[in-house]
């Protein structure tokens, strides 16, 4: 009975995420019609923008990289009751902490990325806490707390980079790190024919078992869980309420910074000031849509990686303006916020269908009892 | 006889269950007509449908004798029908003229003095004590369900519903309300009363319709027909109102309050110099009116609120500074008085909520990591216990839960833990009768383990039914501590207003 039940429950929450996308990808036919672009084309070159050879599938899973991550670090948050807005800093940060990590430290490889992923986790996590104690302590809430941060993020990159990483030509961004120092990686280069891919897949890959492990199996996910849900009750029941809220954030920042690390060290190779990077907020999309729920997030990232990757080659190969591909995701979000009317759908048709399997199999019984009498 | 509400052979059906089945109804003209029946029993969905929220699959329903089909509460306002909700429906920062006006505020211009002295004068000739010019914000529950009335009657409702009424009020309030349903029905007009407070139907409707799981058991009247046959009716079975229990066999202090002082919201002392001792094998009961200081002194005890000053002992540990994790681990268990909001996690399953005091040690969870197989065998003996009904068990959702059953979740919770002191506040509010004598039952089975018991209760009948020992709790001080055998409840009625036993009365 007990698998039953959860299959069932999975389904619906993925039946409201497939229904939101499906009507953000109508909307956006719509919307292609409307110019007067044949939908079907336009979508076709989207997908194959994303898809159609290896070089563009790797491209799309660096892409779904770093929304993977940020997306997870806005769930994480989510499942505690706090709302990270704060990721676009902490992947600043995060990637800034590696950048330089790249640029100054010289290992053995293998320990060399280990020094790198954990600049970058320390550098978000620390983005992160900053915010979180404020809000146990101050009760600041941490939507303004990390906007700020946000933007302490940006000035201080601005800062940073021309005075200390400047590259040979541009006073605008980074020098360039070494593909050696990087998280780029000559067989993952190799294999998916000179694309962006890198390590930080890997990553992402692990951060999404590993949090999903903590939030599933252990106290401290049932802690953080029970606080999001509902804090009175967490503090009647002797878990520290305030104490959760700031290691929530520390984990939610760095999983950003470690997004951080995926996009300066990984899909590129340098970081330029004056850029507040715009996947800090994408993230909250990819966390909506994949239900706030690790592997949701997977999923919904791997999906709006190839939007992001596919809309630039739709636009070369159709009239079809990248915007589109925007619009759709906005539509999907849109609906997605709106989850609660599939949800209501769904219940009701799923209810009827179950309605209809019962009275049929009631329906030979009576009609039996009334041959009997 | 004209009745003035007639709903016949009434069926509602939802996907799995009846609601109502065959089940008819008829008010007369001026009565107080209870309907009674245990939460779940379908006396809401007769309601709804009379009230136009649903639609009966078979059955009619005739007002003043003509058959009405009521699609909507619009139409039923446009018959006369009003309905006092349980929750009220209002908006805090309008007055209460805004508020009785919202949706009838007639033309362009706003007429709020002709309102405000309608109002005025409907509040008078029923006896409501209401000022239109307040705000709602700072009124108290009682008054606000007033304003509700008012709303009724400012548009005319010749037929009243209350649903569960005295839920929220205080004994005071209970009293202010039955009078007022007497000049309601006085004035001509007809009440219906939901709910399944035995005493309060006795006190005042004339008729009842008692319902049980759906079904029409029968209509009495209520001046002939005893409390004990109502409820006996109501359960399905006879009901015993008197706690069984055996004398108390006192053991030693467990919980030691001296001198305790602690701050209500409004930043002023809510509970004063407050001394008390509760010991093993003894259930001492807190009477008083709400409002008296008792959550603070709870919150205070259980360390969910910081204390200005005194001392707490429980079984021997100083816990004036513990936090709320070390007083759990010493022995304290807490039903809380709001369920919903402190008691249970309503977003997760009965599991999680059984296991949200102990997880994170042995043997819930090793090494941080929890031991989901345990904590679904430890649920499942908890909801076996405690009878906890659910749709799909242990992995249901606490919000899914009905009110008795989410209450026999956290008493199954706290008893099974086994702590020195239970502290239980309200623990039977808004209960059927069959849950609040399981309940009853489990509080005096912990006292007779060797357990101390704390109980706070705003109903006189459950603190003297349960307590050995009577603190009676006024405006933050402890007026006096009684034994129960030695007082009654006009005594204790008196303390609880504040006055004291005169010396050498004994």
């Known amino acids: ?373 | 006889m004209s009745h003035v509400i007639e709903m016949l052979n009434i069926r509602k059906e939802f996907p799995g269950i009846v609601a109502n089945d065959d089940i008819t109804l008829q008010v007369e003209q001026g009565e107080i007509h209870a309907i009674l029946g245990e939460n779940g029993a379908g006396k809401s969905t007769l309601m709804s449908i009379l009230f136009g929220l649903y639609h009966a699959d078979k059955g009619k329903i005739l007002v003043r004798g003509k058959e009405v089909h009521i699609h909507s509460p619009n139409d039923a306002n446009d018959l006369g029908i009003g309905m006092v909700h349980q929750h009220f429906q209002l908006v805090h920062n309008f007055t209460v003229t805004e508020n009785i006006i919202l949706g009838k505020e007639g033309k362009f211009f706003l007429d709020r003095k002709g309102a405000s002295k309608k109002i005025k004068a409907l509040s008078e000739k029923y006896g409501l004590n209401i000022d239109p010019d307040m705000v709602i914000e700072d009124i108290t529950v009682g008054m606000q369900q007033r304003v509700e009335i008012l709303k009724m009657l400012y548009r005319d409702a010749e037929i009243l519903i209350f649903d569960e009424p005295t839920a929220v009020l205080t004994p005071q309030e209970i009293e202010d309300l039955m009078q007022i349903m007497r000049n309601l029905v006085a004035e001509g007009k007809s009440v219906i009363l939901i709910t399944h407070k035995l005493n309060e139907i006795k006190a005042v409707a004339d008729r009842c319709t008692i319902i049980r799981r759906g079904l029409l058991i029968g209509v009495v009247d209520v001046k002939s027909t005893s409390v004990s046959k109502m409820a006996s009716m109501m359960v399905g079975r006879p009901v015993n109102f008197k706690v069984d229990k055996k004398p108390a066999q006192v053991g030693r202090v467990i919980l030691d309050l001296h001198d305790l002082r602690v701050m209500n919201n409004k930043k002023v002392l809510g509970v004063k110099d407050f001394s008390l001792s509760v010991k093993a094998g003894e259930i001492v009961g807190i009477a008083g009116v709400d409002g008296n200081g008792q959550t603070e002194l709870i919150e205070a005890i259980t360390g969910l609120r910081p204390i200005e000053g005194g001392t707490i002992a429980l079984d021997g540990n100083d816990i004036t500074n513990a936090d709320v994790r070390k007083r759990n681990e010493i022995g304290l268990g807490h039903i809380p008085e709001d369920r919903q909001k402190r008691g249970l996690v309503m977003a997760a399953s009965l599991y999680d909520n059984v296991a949200i005091k102990e997880y994170y040690h042995s043997p819930f969870s090793k090494k941080g990591l929890l031991d989901a197989q345990y904590l679904h065998e430890y649920a499942q003996q908890v909801i076996d216990q405690f009878d906890v009904r659910s749709g799909e068990g242990i992995f249901s959702l606490a919000g899914k839960l009905s009110g008795g059953n989410q209450q026999k979740l956290i008493v199954g919770r706290e008893v099974v833990s086994d702590p020195e002191l239970l502290i239980a506040v309200q623990p039977t509010r808004g209960l059927d009768v069959g849950a609040i004598e399981y309940i009853h039952s489990q509080l005096v089975a912990h006292r007779d383990k060797g357990h101390a018991v704390l109980l706070v209760s705003f109903e006189l009948d459950e603190i003297f039914n349960l307590s050995d020992r009577i603190a009676v709790m006024n405006s933050g001080e402890l007026i006096d501590v009684l034994k129960t055998s030695e007082t009654n409840e006009q005594e204790v009625g008196l303390m609880m207003a504040g006055v004291k036993r005169k010396e050498g009365a004994q």
């Open chain 1, 1 to 373: 009975m007990k698998p039953m039940k959860k299959r069932e429950k999975q389904s619906n929450a993925f039946l409201v995420a497939a229904s939101a996308t499906v009507l953000g990808l109508l909307a956006g036919a719509i919307l292609m019609a409307s110019i007067g672009s044949n939908p079907f084309t336009g979508f076709w070159y989207l997908f194959r923008g994303g898809l159609m050879n290896i070089e563009r599938i790797g491209n799309t899973l660096a892409t779904a990289t770093t929304l993977m991550l940020v997306g997870l670090s806005v769930a994480f948050a989510y499942k505690t009751g706090l709302f990270n807005i704060g990721a676009s800093g902490q992947m600043l940060i995060g990637g800034l902490c590696a950048t330089l990590v790249a640029h100054k430290v010289f290992l053995p490889r293998p320990l060399f990325l280990v020094v790198l992923i954990g600049a970058a986790l320390l550098g978000g996590a620390l983005w992160g806490i900053i915010p979180g104690f404020l809000k146990a302590k101050f009760n600041v809430h941490e939507v303004v707390a990390s906007i700020m941060m946000n933007w302490i993020a940006y000035w201080s990159i601005y800062y940073f980079i021309p005075a200390y990483l400047k590259g040979p030509s541009l006073e605008t961004e980074s020098a360039s790190i070494a593909v050696s120092q990087s998280m780029r990686s000559p067989w993952l280069t190799k294999l998916f024919n000179g694309s962006y891919m890198n390590l930080a897949f890997f990553v992402a890959i692990a951060a999404v078992l590993i949090i999903k492990f903590i939030l599933d199996k252990t106290t401290l996910g049932f802690g953080l869980k029970a606080v999001g849900s509902n804090r009175f009750c967490a503090e009647y029941a002797g878990i520290k309420v305030n104490r959760n809220v700031i290691i929530s954030m520390m984990i939610a920042g760095g999983l950003a910074g470690l997004a951080g690390l995926s996009f300066y060290t990984g899909y590129s190779r340098n970081m330029q000031i004056g850029v507040m990077p715009a996947q800090g907020f994408d993230g909250i999309a990819v966390s909506l849509l994949g239900g706030n729920t690790p592997l949701g997030v997977l999923i919904s990232s791997l999906f709006f990686g190839i939007l992001q990757s596919g809309k630039g080659f739709m636009n070369a190969m159709t009239s079809v303006p990248p915007e589109i591909a925007d619009t759709i995701i906005a539509v999907i979000i849109y609906f997605t916020a709106t989850s609660v009317l599939f949800k209501r759908f769904w219940d009701a048709v799923l209810k009827r269908q179950m309605n209809k399997a019962k009275r049929k199999a009631e329906m030979p019984e009576t009609a039996q009892k009334k041959e009997d009498q």
